[in-house]
């Protein structure tokens, strides 16, 4: 069954493909997975669609709509464009970090758009150097900036070690201390399965530089 069923989607693409690389979903099995998502997810949980894995607007959307959320990952910011127009009131994470002048030329956009953007948008950072970059972006264009910290835990899969950000807010301090809240810590991401571990280890940390602030 398994086989005939991978067979008649290589017939249906030999017939209707371009000779190009395309993404065939399964909407009917798409749609049973959704379903037993929603069924199974506790009601104290949202779920975040993860964009990389549904660029396909329309197939974003139904997604969206079966979960009942607005919350998303993204990896590229070229997508953040797409979202922002579709989902004008969307959660945004981050799932890796992205480049400083990327950052600028993202508000550089923003400031000068006369659109209504009000999604809630969350930066990933790796480094306390570029902790440090992001503080002085928002200082300079008088932003508050939220911020999730990425955790190496051992895995070595990005992310500054949990020691580093203890010392994080080092210098932090006096560049903080304007009249405007530059950055907000909304939490921390690693690539395992023990978060509560990594939560706990760090929760010194985050506190030290929820004071800097």
Not at 89 to 101: C, E, N, S, T
Not at 140 to 147: A, M, S, T
Request: charged fraction near 15%.
């Amino acid at each position: 069954m398994q086989s005939d069923y991978f067979q008649q989607l290589t017939h249906s693409l030999q017939q209707q493909g371009t000779g190009t690389p395309q993404l065939i979903v399964d909407m009917a099995r798409f749609q049973h997975n959704l379903d037993y998502v929603a069924a199974h997810l506790p009601a104290r949980l949202q779920p975040r669609l993860v964009v990389k894995s549904l660029a396909c607007l329309e197939i974003l959307q139904h997604a969206s709509q079966s979960l009942n959320t607005q919350r998303f990952m993204l990896f590229h910011l070229p997508h953040l464009y797409e979202v922002m127009q579709h989902f004008p009131q969307a959660d945004v994470l981050f799932g890796k970090p992205m480049p400083i002048r990327a950052v600028d030329a993202f508000y550089q956009q923003v400031m000068a758009s006369a659109e209504n953007i009000q999604l809630h948008l969350q930066w990933l950072v790796d480094q306390p150097a570029r902790l440090q970059q992001y503080l002085h972006l928002a200082q300079q264009r008088q932003l508050c900036l939220n911020i999730n910290l990425e955790i190496d835990i051992g895995l070595h899969r990005g992310g500054g070690a949990r020691s580093c950000w203890i010392y994080a807010n080092a210098g932090i301090d006096s560049a903080a201390s304007t009249t405007f809240k530059t950055v907000r810590f909304d939490g921390v991401r690693c690539a395992c399965g023990e978060i509560t571990k990594c939560i706990s280890c760090t929760s010194q940390s985050l506190s030290t530089l929820t004071a800097a602030i």
